[in-house]
């Protein structure tokens, strides 16, 4: 098969979205696929371009398109990312022989439309789209875009047009498959829906082994309080205030370490210097490779949504989390895949937010790290690992 995945971020890029084509690339190229990735130069981060021929993936063809390095500060920096990589990309894509199969992400929002032109032009290729965000819906309802607007209503179009001509929609979870199906997919002619979480790596977190702690542990006091890990994006999509409420509340009981970045890093940094929270830690991005340190020191992951996010996007921190056995703190809305997740493993606890009361309690009452870390790390294994999910990945590839 020839099989060509889109996405403007690619490994060794920390980004979920880049770790998460490379499994699925290197997966297929062990099968025997023939496989093409575009994506681009620069990074998730302002200053982490790849461009070195030496991180090339094994067997699979890696298409680099030039696009800025100028991170996500800001609006239009990430717009402009976007834009040259949805030229770039379209290029590279249309001038590819026919590809069986091509696999658009979401990042840039559209870029699936390369892929169904790609399709008009090369006759039986099929189109799969795989859906980490949902837009424009995600823009509306956190005013990046209003609602009805001459701009949204164009984006609704262009997701109606691809969607008519689209083979396959894969999403993160039952709440992202509604509203595509309502919004985009009714009546004739909608493509079939398959429902794939996110995944890490099994051999990137095997239970033999026993990470050493992080060295960024150091700055917070080892005085036997419970640390609460908060790793990753801190984007529109996630809420604090639940979180910072329990922090005031849990001085005595509970250290939060955060380790990453995003849209509302700086925000969250001054409400903590605001509140002046003593058991607040905060730490930028680390590499991929020592994730597994930072959480061997943690005892429970937190993990927030907005309520506006339910369905546009999913936390793609859980499933680390589980596979370092850590139970979860969840706070935000019903229906998510972290809700899901907690409902049907028991590995962990879903708050809603504002609920400071239920995460205080949730805190004080941790079980040890030995009783939970079974249920979450059993819960990883049974669906959230690429063993778990990359077979679900060839039934659709394959049909």
Known sequence: MRLTLVNQFYAPDISPTAQLASS?????AER??????????????????????????????????WTPDLGKSALWRRLLGYLTFFVGGTLRLLALPRQDVVVAMTTPPFIVVSAVLHKILRRNARVVLWSMDCYPDAAERFGELRTGGAMSRL??????????????????????????????????GRPPFTVIPNWERLEQFPTSVAEARWAGYDSLPDDGRARLLYLGNTGVG???????????????????????????????????ATRRLSNVSMHTYVPKDVTPAVMAGADAALITLDERSLGVMS?????????????????????????????????????????????VAA??????????????????????CDAATLPLWDAVLDA
């Open 155 to 188: 984006q609704r179009r262009v997701n109606r047009w691809a969607f008519r001509r689209i083979d396959h929609v894969v999403a993160l979870d039952g709440a992202m498959v509604q509203l595509l199906e309502s919004q985009y997919a009714a009546g004739p």
């Open 238 to 272: 996630h809420r604090f205030d639940t979180v910072l409420d329990a922090a005031e509340r849990l001085a005595d009981d509970a250290a939060f370490v955060f380790v990453g970045g995003g849209a509302r890093w700086a925000e969250l940094a001054a409400e903590v």
């Open 315 to 359: 936390p793609s921190k859980l499933h680390a989390n589980l596979a370092a056995g850590l139970p979860v703190l969840y706070v935000g809305p019903p229906g998510s895949n972290v809700d899901e997740a907690i409902g049907r493993f028991d590995c962990g606890t879903s708050l809603r937010e504002g609920d400071v009361d239920g995460l």
């Open 32 to 65: 025997g696929d023939q496989v093409t990735v575009i994506t681009g130069r620069a990074g998730y981060l302002e200053g982490l371009a790849h461009t070195s021929p030496a991180q090339a993936t094994p067997h699979v063809d890696v298409r680099r398109v």
């Open 24 to 28: 699925l690339a290197e997966h297929r």
């Open 363 to 384: 805190v004080r009452s941790l079980p040890s790290r030995a009783e939970s870390s079974a249920r979450s790390r059993s819960a990883f294994e049974a669906a959230y």
